[in-house]
């Protein structure tokens, strides 16, 4: 399952095919690239829960946590599908006006609402990282790799980031709205390769949509890991990317190698499928 930048569960995938491992035999892993929210972190309290209480606050209007939740997917769905993934900050602003606009048609209270809960996102109290990050970040980071985060938001990630310790030491920030580009276009993965001055054999990136981050790495020959903590999720990831059930699972996964500061994708062998 994915989350949005608001947390809405998003993007929920099936693949028709077992993951492949053969395509990553012998490729060296000189980074790791996670995505932000549902990867490495999470809105607390819950994005239906604000968008409720913002809504009731400046608009007069009772929404449903179903209704907030099924708006924000469909719009996010429908993005992700576009022909053009263009972005900027401005364009990002106005895709979320565009949802409150959707829950409150017409509302005098609009433009407070949209403030409100555009502040509220940007505030690193209003978020947490996932139990298994610290540990993940800082094992890492010891073995050598390069860290970044490379997500579809705007600048307000970096304030979140810097908020949240784990991802404060994270300094490498690939944000959509400055990129220009939109996960799953293959601009953003090329501009990823170019900021860590790696090819993309080298980069490995870890998200929890199958379609943002999985298929869009996998189109731009970056090995992918798909995240997903709930074990009770029998989806199967596309060929050439394997599935992670904690990041703790991706340290040990990746045979680290300190002195070169590159990790060894497993062999087909030694990982198991879904």
């Not at 006006?97 to 017409?106: D, F, K, R, V």
């Not at 090329?190 to 090819?199: D, F, G, I, M």
Request: aromatic content about 8%; hydrophobic content about 45%; some cysteine.
């Amino acid at each position: 399952m994915a989350i949005s930048q608001t947390g809405v569960v998003v993007n929920k995938q099936t693949a028709e095919q077992p993951a492949d491992f053969a395509g990553f035999c012998g490729k060296q892993v000189r980074a790791v690239v996670f995505d932000a929210v549902g990867t490495v972190m999470f809105p607390q309290p819950s994005v239906a829960a604000v968008y409720q209480q913002s809504l009731r606050r400046h608009c007069g209007v009772e929404v449903s946590a179903e209704r907030a939740t099924e708006v924000v997917r469909k719009a996010l769905q429908q993005r992700s599908a576009d022909a053009d993934l263009r972005t900027s900050e401005d364009s990002e602003s106005d895709f979320w006006a565009s949802l409150i606009q959707t829950l409150c048609p017409g509302s005098c209270g609009f433009q407070d609402c949209f403030d409100d809960l555009f502040t509220h996102f940007g505030d690193a109290s209003h978020w947490r990282c996932f139990p298994d990050v610290p540990e993940a970040v800082s094992q890492l980071q010891t073995a050598g790799l390069t860290l970044a985060i490379a997500s579809n938001f705007d600048l307000r990630l970096n304030a979140v980031c810097d908020g949240l310790p784990p991802l404060a030491a994270i300094s490498e920030r690939l944000i959509s709205s400055q990129i220009g580009w939109r996960k799953p276009a293959p601009q953003f993965f090329s501009a990823v390769a170019e900021k860590l001055n790696l090819a993309p054999a080298q980069i490995l990136m870890v998200g929890d949509d199958l379609q943002n981050d999985v298929s869009g790495a996998i189109a731009a020959g970056m090995p992918s890991a798909w995240i997903c903590r709930d074990t009770a999720v029998r989806f199967v990831v596309p060929n050439s990317a394997f599935r992670l059930s904690s990041l703790t699972e991706l340290v040990t996964l990746l045979t680290v190698n300190v002195d070169s500061g590159a990790a060894t994708v497993p062999q087909k062998e030694d990982r198991g499928r879904v």
